[in-house]
Structures are given as structure tokens and as C-alpha cells.
């Protein structure tokens, strides 16, 4: 059974930055995997904010684009989100979530393992 546990979130200020992690286990070694993250803000969708593929091909939300940066580490089965310049608006619950496959996407819909969520709070 695939597993992904979260780390990395926390408080910070305006112009900070943080970085999440996420692990995954129960993949079978060399298996195709896309991976991604997501984030909830409180009375909002679920947005898609950046993936990466397979073979590296990364992808971005517009709202995140130039700040944020996805990263994995194959050996490891793990992901990271390098988040930078941070805004009161990036304040969610960041989740990541895995997805079988050669396919980049950033809809929901996409993604059959996901992480428990983990809060980024921006103060100004």
C-alpha cells in the first residue's frame, strides 16, 4: 500500500521561505511516478500548484511561478517544495499527492495517493 508522509510546514513572514518534503513508500523500485503538490486555502478549492514528471518535466501554477520550485529525488521516492518570497496568500494546507504514470498534470482528479496536508501559515 503506497504511503506519502508530509513534512516541513510551519509559520513564517512575509519574504520567507520554507520547504516541504514528501516520502513516499510501498512504490516498487524504478515504477513510473508523477508527482505533485497541492494546497487548500481555508473556503477554497483544492489548486494544483506544481508537478513533476517521470522523466523531470516540471509544472507550475501561475499563482506560484518564479517562487516555488519542485524537486525529487528518485532513489529516496521523495519530493520537495522549495517555496520562496512567501505571501499572506499562500496560506493553506499543502498536500502532496502521487499519481502512476508517465502523465504531468495539476487537477486533482489526476491523483490516487495523497499526503495528510500540512499548514503553511504566512503572517504580513
Known amino acids: 500500500q503506497v504511503q506519502l508522509v508530509e513534512s516541513g510546514g510551519g509559520s513564517v513572514q512575509t519574504g520567507g521561505s520554507l520547504r516541504l518534503s514528501c516520502t513516499a513508500s510501498?512504490?516498487?523500485?524504478?515504477?513510473?511516478?508523477?508527482m505533485a503538490w497541492f494546497r487548500q486555502g481555508s473556503g477554497k478549492e483544492r489548486e494544483g500548484i506544481a508537478g513533476?514528471?517521470?522523466?523531470?518535466?516540471?509544472t507550475y501554477a501561475e499563482s506560484v511561478k518564479g517562487r516555488f520550485t519542485i524537486s525529487r529525488d528518485d532513489v529516496k521516492n521523495s519530493w520537495d517544495l522549495q517555496m520562496n518570497n512567501l505571501k499572506p496568500e499562500d496560506t493553506a494546507i499543502y498536500y502532496c499527492?502521487?499519481?502512476?504514470?508517465?502523465?504531468?498534470?495539476?487537477?486533482?482528479?489526476?491523483?490516487?495517493?495523497w499526503g495528510q496536508g500540512t499548514q503553511v501559515t504566512v503572517s504580513p
Open positions: 499527492a502521487a499519481a502512476d504514470g508517465w502523465d504531468l498534470s495539476l487537477s486533482p482528479a489526476h491523483y490516487i495517493y
Open positions: 510501498g512504490y516498487t523500485p524504478g515504477s513510473n511516478i508523477c
Open positions: 513533476i514528471s517521470t522523466l523531470g518535466r516540471e
